[in-house]
């Protein structure tokens, strides 16, 4: 079943063709981040604009580049949101009007289960469950147990800024471009991690939530004690903030893991799930147990991609067959349900 994704929560425009929620036929994404380079972030209106002029060129091009044509389209999927509602609404008004004149029926998804579903993309076994899952995004942090294919209970969630906003306002204050993620990750190479004693908010007992704002707030204060920073400070500041939101992130995910005693497997997802360090962490604190972690197939599935609507959108159909119909209203949301 191949199932036509597009993808404009924020500021990628991406169009992707899947065949039974893994095989990859067609993943094309139109980057912004020259455009939002400039402002050192996304300015919604400018990314909007930019979605209506890319939107139908990257559809036609992931088509073409899966060679295959709309009849045997058997679906559109389209994110639904949480994200920024201009850019949604491109998408989604896209979708709906290729579903009415195309007579495909439309699978609205939520853009975190697209997440969690990029684990899925490429894969040759099947994944085990319950299944731990860690989604770490620019927008989104949360901890979420997966008892079965398209059911979720959120364990943990931000409070505040999610670990990519952080990485991102960090990079901001340093003077590092955007996106933030790869450009701290990049310097902190050459930093030291342990000049900086930066505070790791594990909250209450028991809580599986999540805060970065103060941490954030922990490395302005540090970066003005100087009227001007060096090279090296700013990579031991790079260096020593990473490590305080992976400890947090390892550590939270190991204590869930710890929680529940029956999980099979161990997921990391979203754009901050492409940090190295993040991942030879979480590879530490699980070196004693007999689990499979696992990561998407590749770093540009771990970012925005519309691969992974199209694959949460088949599991979706599956759990739900008559569910879809062609052509339905879609309300773009901002809300940070799964549903
Ligand atoms: O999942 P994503 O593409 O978009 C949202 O759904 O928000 O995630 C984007 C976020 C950005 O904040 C970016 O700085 C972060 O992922 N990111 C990284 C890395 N690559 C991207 N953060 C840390 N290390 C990276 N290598
Ligand atoms: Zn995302």
Redesign the pocket.
């Known amino acids: 079943m191949k199932i036509l994704g597009i993808e404009t929560?924020?500021d990628?425009t991406a169009c992707a063709i899947v065949e039974d929620g893994y095989k990859v036929l067609a993943n094309v994404i139109a980057s912004q981040i020259d455009l939002h380079q400039k402002t050192g972030g996304v300015v919604p209106e400018i990314a909007a604009r930019e979605h209506v002029l890319k939107m139908i060129p990257v559809i036609e091009e992931a088509l073409a580049e899966a060679k295959v044509g709309w009849p045997e389209i058997y679906a559109i999927a389209v994110t639904r949101g949480p994200g920024l509602v201009s850019s949604l609404i491109i998408g989604t008004e896209t979708a709906s009007a290729i579903s009415y004149a195309k007579e495909k029926i439309l699978i609205p998804v939520q853009?975190i289960v697209g997440?969690i579903y990029s684990n899925w993309l490429e894969v040759e076994e099947e994944i085990k469950f319950p299944a731990l899952v860690l989604t770490v995004?620019?927008?989104?942090n949360e901890l979420i147990l997966m008892k079965d294919h398209c059911e979720f209970d959120v364990l943990g969630e931000t409070r505040d800024d999610?670990?990519?906003?952080a990485?991102?306002k960090v990079a901001r204050i340093l003077g590092l471009g955007y996106?933030?993620?790869?450009e701290?990750?990049r310097i902190a190479e050459n930093g030291n991690s342990r000049r900086f004693k930066f505070p790791r908010a594990f909250l209450e007992q028991g809580s599986f939530d999540f805060s970065f704002s103060g941490l954030k707030t922990a490395v302005l204060h540090e970066a003005k004690k100087k009227e001007e920073l060096s090279g090296q400070d700013k990579a031991d500041l790079a260096a020593s903030f990473q490590e305080a939101v992976v400890e947090v992130l390892a550590g939270k995910l190991f204590a869930a893991y710890q929680r529940f005693s029956n999980i099979k497997e161990v997921h990391l997802a979203?754009?901050?799930s492409?940090?190295?360090r993040?991942r030879s962490a979480v590879i530490e604190k699980f070196s004693l147990e007999k689990i499979k972690l696992r990561c998407p197939p590749s770093i540009k599935y771990?970012?925005?991609n519309a691969a992974m609507i199209a694959g949460a959108a088949f599991f979706l159909q599956q759990k739900n067959p008559q569910k879809y119909r062609s052509a339905t209203n879609i309300i773009p949301t901002t809300s940070f349900e799964i549903w």
């Open positions: 929560s924020c990628e853009h997440h995004s620019g927008g989104h999610a670990a990519g906003e990485f991102d996106p933030g993620g790869p701290i990750s979203g754009g901050v492409a940090n190295k993040l771990c970012t925005d």
